[in-house]
């Protein structure tokens, strides 16, 4: 039985590593006085070191959403991007990333067919008479994006929440691209500058995408979406996906029971293990409806639940299925996801805060008729899993069953 002192710590250190989990995803580093932020109208993506433009290779590139790969260093930025408009209920879409030699040539050939062939990058020719890209799209760090499957517009609620959120993540509207910027003015064409940039200003990324604990808290690892490991403390370092050639951007991990081990879990489902964490399959072979979002193991590490955005769950190992909001129209994305101790249920936790139980997972309250302010960005049990904790992305932590209030973060 833990003290009530023992406790309160227990339930601040539950409180504050789904906090790092949610929040760490854009890390802050504070510039030079003099420094300017990256995103501004005047500022374009930095070409890759050492590659040509719409003829980067594979191992440049990573999946972010069906249909759209982007340069590697971009891709966690842009997975934050399309989170956070779902956790806003904005139907924020991807219609075209990278941009290879050859569509770029056939998208300006489309804009001069037009009549408008100032509208599209057009690719020039060098002096050895070879065709050579100049789009954004073709380093992979320019997305167009639509709204609602529908093109976007000045006046759409995509645009509206772009102009809100894209900027703390390293997303540029350019000046051309602004309402009379130039003589195509495109709502819907956004560029990464979240290394700099060509002017080389205040970088803002948003990489971070889990925090991993060490044996006994002493410590914890922090996991990007490029699959790095980051160790703090005592946490004992069992490898990392950094060096691999990862087909999508990873988007969760969750330690071992015994912590001597840890799982990646990519958006695709893909199963990436360390240590003592055993691989007991994955849905990188299937085709999903919604992007993976998190992995959660069972009891004895011997099996683990993966959960989509759309709260379609699926088994691995000795994990049970007890059922899913894939079938079910919610109101908002599935954004966490907690096993019972028994391991015979589980809650899913929406980003309007509603709470979903499975099994012999108890209902205990849900955040979703409190004016939270800001979406939940996740929910951590208390230890004797009869409670738990819900989190916004503001910071606020809603404490429900015999999980204690300690106030906001």
Same mark, same amino acid.
Request: glycine fraction near 16%; charge should be neutral; aromatic fraction near 10%.
């Given at each position: 039985?833990?003290?009530?002192?023992?406790?309160?710590?227990?339930?601040?250190?539950?409180?504050?590593?789904?906090?790092?989990?949610?929040?760490?995803?854009?890390?802050?580093?504070?510039?030079?006085?003099?420094?300017?932020?990256?995103?501004?109208?005047?500022?374009?993506?930095?070409?890759?070191?050492?590659?040509?433009?719409?003829?980067?290779?594979?191992?440049?590139?990573?999946?972010?959403?069906?249909?759209?790969?982007?340069?590697?260093?971009?891709?966690?930025?842009?997975?934050?991007?399309?989170?956070?408009?779902?956790?806003?209920?904005?139907?924020?879409?991807?219609?075209?990333?990278?941009? @290879?030699?050859?569509?770029?040539?056939?998208?300006?050939?489309?804009?001069?067919?037009?009549?408008?062939?100032?509208?599209?990058?057009?690719?020039?020719?060098?002096?050895?008479?070879?065709?050579?890209?100049?789009?954004?799209?073709?380093?992979?760090?320019?997305?167009?994006?639509?709204?609602?499957?529908?093109?976007?517009?000045?006046?759409?609620?995509?645009?509206?929440?772009?102009?809100?959120?894209?900027?703390?993540?390293?997303?540029?509207?350019? =000046?051309?691209?602004?309402?009379?910027?130039?003589?195509?003015?495109?709502?819907?064409?956004?560029?990464?500058?979240?290394?700099?940039?060509?002017?080389?200003?205040?970088?803002?990324?948003?990489?971070?995408?889990?925090?991993?604990?060490?044996?006994?808290?002493?410590?914890?690892?922090?996991?990007?979406?490029?699959?790095?490991?980051?160790?703090?403390?005592?946490?004992?370092?069992?490898?990392?996906?950094?060096?691999?050639?990862?087909?999508?951007?990873?988007?969760?991990?969750?330690?071992?029971?015994?912590?001597?081990?840890?799982?990646?879990?990519?958006?695709?489902?893909?199963?990436?293990?360390?240590?003592?964490?055993?691989?007991? =399959?994955?849905?990188?072979?299937?085709?999903?409806?919604?992007?993976?979002?998190?992995?959660? @193991?069972?009891?004895?590490?011997?099996?683990?639940?993966?959960?989509?955005?759309?709260?379609?769950?699926?088994?691995?190992?000795?994990?049970?299925?007890?059922?899913?909001?894939?079938?079910? @129209?919610?109101?908002?994305?599935?954004?966490?996801?907690?096993?019972?101790?028994?391991?015979?249920?589980?809650?899913?936790?929406?980003?309007?805060?509603?709470?979903?139980?499975?099994?012999?997972?108890?209902?205990?309250?849900?955040?979703?008729?409190?004016?939270?302010?800001? @979406?939940?960005?996740?929910?951590?049990?208390?230890?004797?899993?009869?409670?738990?904790?819900?989190?916004?992305?503001?910071?606020?932590?809603?404490?429900?069953?015999?999980?204690?209030?300690?106030?906001?973060?």
């Amino acid at each position: 039985m833990l003290s009530p002192l023992a406790h309160g710590r227990c339930a601040r250190a539950a409180a504050a590593i789904v906090l790092a989990v949610a929040l760490a995803g854009v890390v802050a580093i504070a510039p030079p006085a003099n420094a300017h932020h990256a995103v501004q109208p005047s500022n374009r993506p930095e070409p890759i070191a050492g590659g040509t433009n719409g003829r980067l290779p594979g191992s440049a590139l990573i999946a972010v959403a069906p249909g759209c790969s982007v340069a590697r260093e971009a891709a966690p930025s842009l997975y934050r991007l399309l989170s956070t408009a779902r956790s806003h209920r904005v139907r924020l879409g991807t219609r075209d990333c990278y941009r @290879p030699l050859d569509e770029q040539v056939a998208v300006g050939q489309g804009w001069a067919s037009r009549g408008n062939s100032a509208c599209a990058a057009q690719p020039r020719f060098d002096a050895n008479g070879n065709v050579v890209g100049t789009s954004m799209h073709g380093w992979g760090k320019a997305v167009d994006f639509s709204d609602a499957g529908r093109g976007m517009t000045f006046t759409s609620t995509g645009y509206r929440f772009l102009k809100a959120h894209a900027a703390r993540l390293g997303w540029n509207h350019p =000046g051309w691209a602004e309402p009379g910027g130039s003589a195509c003015p495109e709502a819907w064409h956004w560029e990464w500058v979240g290394d700099g940039g060509t002017l080389t200003d205040h970088p803002g990324r948003a990489d971070v995408v889990a925090l991993v604990p060490a044996a006994g808290d002493r410590g914890y690892a922090a996991v990007t979406g490029l699959g790095a490991v980051v160790a703090r403390g005592e946490f004992a370092d069992r490898g990392s996906a950094a060096s691999l050639p990862l087909q999508w951007v990873v988007v969760g991990a969750a330690s071992t029971p015994s912590r001597h081990g840890y799982w990646l879990v990519a958006g695709d489902g893909g199963v990436f293990t360390f240590g003592d964490a055993g691989f007991h =399959g994955s849905t990188g072979d299937r085709r999903l409806n919604w992007p993976v979002i998190g992995l959660s @193991p069972s009891r004895s590490g011997g099996g683990y639940w993966l959960v989509a955005a759309d709260g379609g769950v699926f088994t691995f190992g000795d994990a049970a299925f007890h059922g899913s909001t894939g079938s079910t @129209p919610l109101n908002s994305p599935i954004v966490g996801m907690a096993a019972t101790p028994t391991g015979k249920g589980y809650w899913l936790v929406a980003a309007d805060g509603g709470v979903f139980t499975f099994g012999d997972a108890s209902f205990h309250g849900s955040a979703g008729s409190t004016a939270i302010g800001s @979406p939940v960005v996740g929910m951590t049990l208390t230890s004797t899993g009869k409670g738990y904790w819900i989190t916004a992305a503001t910071g606020a932590v809603f404490p429900y069953g015999d999980a204690k209030d300690f106030g906001p973060a």
